[in-house]
């Protein structure tokens, strides 16, 4: 409901109508919004840790090869929700220039993302997969980056075209650098 809704536009009360829980049964769990928008981001962000290191720790894959499997499960995942998107970029988007604390946040689990990418990448360099001079956090961190812009221009449009374009771009720009 926040990817959908987006934070200002969630009201507690249609949360609580749409899952059928209890006014003080939210606020035990919860101190206010704030806090629940904030565990629903750490469960999210649980979420793309099982699911990176899952992708990216498939050593039968080659490292090139595990990155691009995340994000294509990832666009799969956009899929199914209708590509609303990242929860992540799009409350980052909302919320990052009235609220400290989401920015914050959000920033920590882009770079959280970027570093395990920049890891396989790594990986990638000492195979000679990409050119071994290249600066591996600053490839990762582009990566984080292109994809969140094509994650909202798919959004935008309802279609997968952005994130699949992103994708085949980077990769196969680093594959024949």
Request: aromatic share 8%; net charge negative; proline share 3%.
């Amino acid at each position: 409901m926040l990817l959908k809704h987006g934070y200002n536009d969630l009201g507690i009360q249609t949360l609580l109508a749409a899952t059928g829980t209890p006014k003080g049964s939210f606020y035990h769990h919860f101190r206010d919004k704030e806090d629940f928008a904030l565990q629903v981001v750490g469960a999210y962000v649980g979420e793309l840790d099982a699911l990176l290191t899952t992708c990216l720790g498939d050593e039968a894959r080659p490292p090139l090869e595990r990155v691009r499997h995340f994000f294509d499960l990832t666009e799969q995942k956009y899929r199914a929700e209708g590509y609303m998107g990242c929860l992540l970029g799009g409350l980052g988007q909302e919320l990052s220039g009235v609220s400290e604390t989401f920015r914050r946040t959000v920033e920590e689990c882009f770079s959280a993302i970027s570093e395990r990418m920049a890891a396989c990448l790594e990986e990638a360099r000492q195979r000679h997969d990409i050119p071994t001079d290249c600066d591996v956090q600053l490839l990762a961190d582009v990566l984080v980056d292109c994809w969140e812009g094509a994650a909202l221009r798919s959004r935008l449009r309802r279609d997968p075209a952005p994130l699949k374009a992103m994708l085949d771009f980077y990769i196969n720009s680093l594959a024949s650098a």
